[in-house]
């Protein structure tokens, strides 16, 4: 069973790569094409914290796994907002 320590080490880890995949995306809206090894970095970072979740899924409790849940519909919604983006 994921210990609750590995649960938010995960959960910051994924936070972070929000911040950044939503700072890249207001980024990418304003200049375009400029900076896009950023903002691809970003996209990476964002799925290898999906990947993350779902190393955790397999290992956590009901309440947990919840959490993750909420985790990975952010992620992924940020990760398709980034891919859509006219940039």
């Known amino acids: 069973m994921a210990t609750r320590q590995s ?19 207001r980024e990418g809206a304003k200049q375009e094409h400029y900076g896009d090894l950023v903002y ?7 799925q290898e914290a999906l990947n993350d979740v779902d190393r955790m899924w397999e290992s956590c409790n009901h309440q947990q796994r919840e959490q ?8 992924q919604q940020m990760q398709n907002n980034m891919i859509l983006l006219s940039h």
């Open 7 to 25: 649960i938010e080490d995960c959960l910051q880890q994924c936070e972070a790569a929000l911040r950044s995949g939503l700072e890249q995306y």
């Open 68 to 75: 993750l849940h909420r985790m990975r519909l952010q992620l």
């Open 40 to 46: 691809t970095d970003s996209q990476g970072l964002l």
